[in-house]
């Protein structure tokens, strides 16, 4: 079961609790906080509530948003739900949301990179090409069945192994696998060890009365993706 930390200004139970959100149920604890309640004092809680975790065999869990104590809990053994998993499934969406700040429609030319095509590439690249006038494909080996497919389906198509001139002057690019040389525009990364975007704000609008408030959306949002719970289209995104 996924652990759920969460902030209580009363005294913490001494047990761990289940709770339910849309039906997924996570073990939760808290840690007791005051408005002057010493840092040192609340180290030694947040060690407290790590613990009742670890006994229970949790190894992942939501935490409160900006939660000071992460570590506390990773020497434990505790770590937060990845995210990026979420944005990989968010990612057609995710370039629409930050080129629509920058007032570009489906004129413009976005471009994929990656080292495979795995099902997420081509998930996310059929997205694109529904939308987008003009879409770059840059991996190593493949692509011809899948441009194929695309224009025989649908009539679009797809642009296999383009210049590094090309991919640099896209107006939005996807990087799943890292491309340093790539810098300014809407670059997104989404491979692993990137960090989480700070200018992103994910909501789910027909079931937000429903959520807790407090913790990382994006953590609780993952967690509901990833046990099924919850579809990624569901999930409306905004870039500021």
Do not use: H
Not at 69 to 86: D, H, N, Q
Not at 156 to 166: N, T
Not at 168 to 187: C, I, K, Q, Y
């Amino acid at each position: 079961m996924i652990g759920f930390v969460t902030w209580t200004e009363e005294k913490a139970p001494r047990r761990t609790e289940e709770i339910a959100v849309l039906r997924m149920r996570f073990c939760a604890v808290s840690v007791s906080r005051r408005k002057n309640t010493p840092a040192a004092i609340l180290r030694r809680r947040a060690a407290t509530a790590a613990g009742k975790l670890q006994k229970l065999g949790v190894t992942r869990a939501v935490f409160p948003e900006d939660f000071p104590y992460g570590a506390i809990f990773a020497k434990r053994g505790i770590l937060p739900i990845e995210v990026m998993p979420l944005y990989r499934s968010l990612a057609g969406e995710w370039l629409r949301a930050a080129l629509a700040a920058k007032e570009l429609s489906g004129a413009a030319t976005v471009a994929v990179c990656g080292d495979r095509l795995t099902g997420e590439l081509v998930r996310t690249v059929t997205e694109l090409c529904l939308r987008y006038r003009y879409v770059l494909l840059d991996i190593p080996d493949g692509g011809e069945e899948l441009a194929r497919q695309l224009r025989r389906e649908f009539g679009v198509s797809l642009i296999l192994r383009p210049a590094a001139g090309q991919i640099a002057a896209a107006d939005g690019v996807l990087l799943f696998t890292p491309r340093p040389e790539l810098r300014g525009g809407v670059v997104l990364a989404l491979y692993d060890g990137t960090e989480v975007p700070k200018d992103v704000t994910l909501t789910l609008p027909a079931l937000e009365d429903r959520l807790p408030v407090g913790c990382c959306r994006e953590q609780l949002l993952a967690a509901l993706c990833g046990a099924g719970v919850l579809r990624a289209a569901q999930i409306e995104m905004k870039v500021d």
